[in-house]
């Protein structure tokens, strides 16, 4: 007998088409609507919440008055909450926010109920991540719930064994690359399948014939699952009333008005033994390639930067910070950052950091990423200045002509690299009662001193370069007095840092004598078209490409660092080239070269190219966007009218480096196109590597027979790597997510802004905020490996997103050394994610994954402490046995 487990839910985008704020009012009304319709029908047995625990905060923001109603009816089991604390997008956030959206959901989840919703729930993620199965193994979690990914072809259909993006059922195996497995349940009829359910007969015989045929085409089973609603769907109030309709004119069938933890549970009773297998990230590569989504990944790309800036301030700075001076009896401040980090997570829902919602709402999340990023700064900060005091600056030798200064590699991957540094030499206390500052001012303005040498532990000297000096103000904020302001005479140089280990601090001190090391004339470039410093050899084309030599392998890499811009008549989900558009490139067309800064530790070129860009499509696509016109169907093209788009770009390498920095500038006064950098990589492949989540994923670079989509657009993080026997070239990134890999591997294509006037989806919402005009600039690099560094090359990519931080410190003895790394794993296959504290205890947490599909031996050092096997939930699981990981392992440690 056929079942049908009817579910009542409401999707609940936070913001989307309207701001926040109008998406809360609504949702207040549906929350309002269930307590009564409780109160009214006792056979209408519960509501699930979508997954998202914070749904209850926002209600209880407005309505703290119904706070017991709330918790009674979650324990009654009527409000169906988490497990997660919000509907995050998997591709475009961080690894570890990941893993905090399920452990803070998780602990919110107890707060109400231990009887949670056991259910890895991704309703419509634009895409899934290929970690999900063992993520949801860790959180205790066999079952996950999706709409998108995979592709239902039917019973009667074959699905070859090799085909991992196809299922003959909604009901599968779902495998990820470390071999964990779960119960994998597509929405295959979508979640709203179920929405809206006739009383009258008539009505309702129409629609159970259609959707259950609808079903049955896909189900393994007799449990048929109805999702009762749709996003942002008011509760159907006679839904007790549709049921028992359906039950009269089926009496073959059973309908139920039931939960996911049932239908799960009956589920897994009727599986058959012949499910298909799929493996790995779920993108839909089975489809035409329209609707993958991918291109959300370059809408609004200062969204992404920012989200990049405020994650890693809060995984890499603040949190390694806290726990270094929590060692020293500093509280470790749990709260603080459970907040920033909550508020993190609240830019984090598909159509938030997507950038694919009306401008209102990413408005706010600017708001949102700034408060995050103030709490991390403000932690950080208060942990730093702990630790200064703690460090032993005494080693370096004391004289009243210097000043020590301290810098962090905050990081989990080793960091080496150019960074300027700005130490506070002089120092006033005035104080704003008297009107000394003027004075002081002058005073130390009138000091024009500019002879200054740095020396690092062992007293040897350190090049610097670029000196310059300023006078400014400054606070202080005492724990226990009132604030303090000083005058400050601030001195500003930069300096190649050598390689650092992870999570380590190096101490030098800025002396007020003149340099003693002798003139190098060894300049690392030539000319301003010809650079050379120990693994590179680089030629500056007359069009500012590059031809590069790698010394370590003798290849030769050539036209790198062309720029191309392309129409685009598509919205915030999609990119759509107009119909035979002619793309407008940088190749064979004449830059101008300069050199900005050139010695013996690093070089700096500014190469400037100019564009001759339409200002817009033409009138054509205003009108097909008012008509909703499909974006495969409209027909505009660019417009005749044209300006000059400068794209300014400085090239940086230091002396021992394979890796050229690149940062590039535009002032975009153009609309409805999209900007990329192309950069060949000498290579004929058939697959390549990026970042993903706890994964470095490897992609085939042709796509299936069945793709329409002319582009292949992906998602990354921190890199993408083309590579073969002999070595390759890493592409990486800051806040740059969208690439492209050509389907023969010879070039990679970085999405550096795309520029798009309407939201998409089911109506017509206008986003000029999405066509981001005005002064963009954005960060990459390109790094050329042999073959026994490309994980170094992944290493490097990393460290990129966290720089340097610099504390001025004054001479005193302490606890620790002038030169420490606090915790380091020896293996450079292996990726740390988190040093934090426990949410339960005052046991420090290091998270690490195995960047590589073999198994890895590693060694912990800088810590001698006991270990403890732990998961994402921070549980213990007895103390470690082997300091070793099976391929892909994700690995959560109690220190």
């Not at 509907?87 to 959901?105: K, P, V």
């Not at 998780?106 to 899934?128: A, C, H």
């Not at 470790?332 to 997507?354: E, F, G, R, V």
Request: proline letters at 3%.
């Amino acid at each position: 007998m056929k079942k049908v487990h009817i579910i009542s839910h409401s999707h609940w985008d936070r913001e989307w088409y309207m701001d926040y704020e109008q998406h809360h009012m609504l949702l207040i009304e549906l929350i309002d609507d269930l307590i009564q319709l409780f109160k009214d029908d006792p056979e209408y047995k519960s509501f699930h919440l979508d997954g998202q625990t914070i749904i209850l905060d926002d209600y209880l923001q407005v309505r703290p008055e119904n706070t017991e109603i709330i918790k009674k009816l979650v324990r009654q089991g009527k409000l169906k909450v988490g497990p997660f604390y919000i509907l995050q997008d998997d591709f475009l956030t961080t690894s570890e926010s990941n893993a905090r959206n399920m452990l803070l959901g998780e602990i919110d989840s107890k707060k109400w109920t231990e009887d949670y919703v056991k259910l890895g729930y991704f309703p419509d993620t634009f895409g899934n991540m290929g970690q999900t199965p063992q993520m949801m193994k860790q959180i205790g979690i066999d079952t996950a719930a999706f709409g998108r990914g995979v592709k239902p072809t039917g019973f009667g259909n074959q699905v070859f064994d090799n085909d991992k993006y196809s299922s003959n059922f909604s009901e599968m195996h779902w495998e990820g690359p470390d071999k964990s497995k779960v119960l994998g349940v597509l929405f295959a009829n979508w979640y709203s399948n179920g929405k809206e359910i006739p009383v009258d007969k008539n009505e309702a015989k129409i629609y159970w014939d259609k959707k259950i045929n609808d079903v049955d085409k896909y189900a393994s089973t007799n449990q048929l699952l109805f999702l009762n609603g749709s996003d942002h769907q008011p509760v159907q109030k006679d839904l007790t009333l549709a049921i028992k309709v359906a039950n009269e004119l089926y009496p073959d069938i059973e309908f139920v008005h039931s939960d996911f933890n049932t239908y799960i549970k009956e589920l897994k009773s009727k599986l058959p033994d012949n499910l298909n297998t799929i493996t790995g990230e779920l993108t839909s590569q089975e489809t035409d390639g329209w609707t993958t989504l991918a291109n959300t990944a370059s809408s609004r790309i200062y969204l992404k930067q920012e989200n990049v800036k405020a994650s890693k301030m809060l995984e890499e700075v603040a949190e390694p910070l806290a726990v270094f001076a929590s060692e020293l009896g500093l509280e470790y401040p749990k709260d603080q950052l459970d907040y920033a980090w909550k508020t993190l997570m609240q830019n984090h829902p598909h159509d938030s950091i997507c950038g694919c919602s009306v401008d209102e709402v990413h408005q706010e999340m600017m708001t949102r990423f700034s408060k995050s990023e103030g709490v991390a700064e403000y932690v950080a900060n208060r942990s730093i200045s702990k630790l200064e005091q703690s460090i032993d600056t005494k080693q370096l030798g004391e004289d009243g002509n210097s000043k020590p200064f301290i810098i962090f590699n905050t990081g989990s991957s080793p960091k080496s690299g150019l960074t300027e540094i700005e130490v506070a030499y002089d120092k006033v206390l005035f104080t704003q009662s008297h009107q000394s500052a003027p004075d002081t001012f002058t005073k130390l303005d009138s000091n024009q001193e500019n002879n200054f040498s740095v020396f690092d532990k062992n007293g040897q000297e350190i090049p610097i370069f670029n000196v310059s000096t300023r006078v400014g103000f400054s606070f202080e904020l005492p724990k226990n007095s009132f604030r303090e302001s000083y005058m400050n005479k601030f001195v500003k140089f930069s300096i190649n840092v050598k390689e650092m280990k992870s999570y380590s601090w190096e101490t030098y001190k800025l002396s007020l004598n003149k340099s003693k090391l002798r003139k190098i004339d060894h300049n690392l470039a030539i000319s301003k078209n010809k650079i050379e410093n120990d693994k590179l050899k680089i030629q500056i084309n007359y069009d500012g490409s590059l031809n590069v030599l790698n010394k370590a392998t003798n290849e030769n890499f050539e036209n790198l660092l062309i720029f191309e811009d392309s129409g685009d008549l598509g919205n915030e989900y999609v990119f759509r080239e107009p119909l035979n558009d002619k793309r407008i490139s940088t190749k064979n067309v004449e830059a101008d070269i300069t050199i900005l800064e050139n010695n013996s530790e690093f070089v700096k070129i500014k190469v400037a190219h100019r564009m001759n860009v339409p200002v817009s499509m033409n009138e054509r696509l205003s009108e097909e966007q008012r008509s909703h016109t499909d974006y495969r169907q409209r027909k505009a093209g660019r417009s005749k009218e044209k300006k000059i788009l400068i794209v300014t770009s400085i090239l940086s390498l230091t002396k021992e480096s394979s890796v050229i920095d690149i940062k590039t500038e535009f002032n975009n006064q153009m609309m409805d196109h999209r900007l990329q950098v192309l950069i060949n990589t000498n290579k004929k492949v058939d697959k390549h590597y990026a970042d993903s989540i706890y994964e470095v994923v490897e992609r085939q670079n042709k796509v299936s027979n069945k793709w329409k989509n002319p582009e292949n657009p992906q998602h990354t993080h921190a890199f993408v790597n083309v590579h073969d026997k002999k070595g390759g070239v890493t592409v990486s990134n800051i806040g740059l997510n969208e690439y492209e890999v050509t389907q023969l591997g010879e070039q990679i294509k970085v999405t550096l802004l795309r520029s798009i006037g309407e939201l998409g989806d089911w109506g017509y919402f206008p986003t000029p905020d999405a066509q981001c005009l005005g002064i963009q600039s954005v960060s990459y690099a390109i790094d050329f490996h042999n073959n026994d560094e490309f994980y170094e090359s992944l290493h490097r990519a990393f460290s990129r997103q966290i720089p340097f931080r610099t504390v001025i410190s004054s001479y005193h003895s302490g606890v620790n050394p002038s030169t420490k790394s606090f915790v380091n794993i020896n293996n450079s296959r292996v990726k740390i994610t988190a040093l934090k504290k426990s949410q339960a205890s005052n046991e420090n947490i290091l998270r690490f994954y195995n960047l590589d599909s073999e198994n890895q031996n590693y060694e912990l050092s800088g810590t001698n402490k006991k270990t403890t096997d732990s998961n994402i939930l921070e549980e213990h699981l007895g103390e470690t046995q082997e300091m070793n990981l099976t391929g892909y392992e994700i690995k959560t440690l109690l220190i």
